[in-house]
T-cell receptor, first 112, second 114 residues
Framework: GNSVTQMEGPVTLSEEAFLTINCTYT??????LFWYVQYPGEGLQLLLK?????DKGSNKGFEATYRKETTSFHLEKGSVQVSDSAVYFC???????????FGAGTRLTVKP | KAGVTQTPRYLIKTRGQQVTLSCSPI?????VSWYQQTPGQGLQFLFE???????NKGNFPGRFSGRQFSNSRSEMNVSTLELGDSALYLC?????????????FGPGTRLTVT
């Protein structure tokens, strides 16, 4: 079945450092891919998405490119801020039904 | 447009009791999914409802049940509560647009079982 594997955390960075959170997936067909972010005490918020191979999703300085050849959707940001501290979830959705699978989540802490 | 709302936000119950959680999706969204989030197991899918019918179901015991009303509002029920049911329960709604099933999450209901 479909599944998502993302790098284990926690990840601790200094402000303005470069961020990469790795995500790989296993799926039949052509799923849509997502990154969600969860701030303390809140639900998940959609950060960005990509619906087909080579698409790049971007939002708030974060980017991720749908790489079919490596089945990956790594999250990157060139310069993190303290306010980016949160838990990040990679997810995929089967485009034939509303069956969404999430990775385990990666906790990011950014220190000033 | 109002987001997904969940009530109550916090709940404390004792073992053996039952609990009902409520979710109101974004207006126009007909699909509602429920998830359980715990530190140990992460985010686990419970079930999904669409047009008052359960369409997908995760691997949870029969003590966990749900339903959806004609206005798309959904409830989930947990009977005979166990300590391990303590978790954040998240509800998410989505629009039925092919190839774009992003889900919009509510703030969650924090359930503590003592």
């Amino acid at each position: 079945g479909n599944s998502v594997t993302q790098m284990e955390g926690p990840v601790t960075l200094s402000e303005e450092a470069f961020l990469t959170i790795n995500c790989t997936y296993t799926a039949t067909g052509y799923p849509s891919l997502f990154w969600y972010v969860q701030y303390p005490g809140e639900g998940l918020q959609l950060l960005l998405k990509a619906t087909k191979a080579d698409d790049k999703g971007s939002n708030k300085g974060f980017e991720a490119t749908y790489r079919k050849e490596t089945t990956s959707f790594h999250l990157e940001k060139g310069s993190v801020q303290v306010s980016d501290s949160a838990v990040y979830f990679c997810a995929l959705s089967d485009n034939n039904n509303n069956d969404m699978r999430f990775g385990a989540g990666t906790r990011l802490t950014v220190k000033p | 447009k109002a987001g997904v709302t969940q009530t109550p936000r916090y709940l404390i119950k004792t073992r053996g009791q039952q609990v009902t959680l409520s979710c109101s999706p974004i207006s126009g969204h007909r699909s509602v999914s429920w998830y359980q989030q715990t530190p140990g197991q992460g985010l686990q899918f419970l079930f999904e409802y669409f047009s008052e019918t359960q369409r997908n179901k995760g691997n949870f015991p029969g003590r966990f049940s749900g339903r959806q009303f004609s206005n798309s509002r959904s409830e989930m029920n947990v009977s005979t509560l166990e300590l391990g049911d303590s978790a954040l329960y998240l509800c998410a709604s989505s629009l039925e647009v092919p190839a774009s099933y992003e889900q919009y999450f509510g703030p969650g209901t924090r359930l503590t079982v003592t």
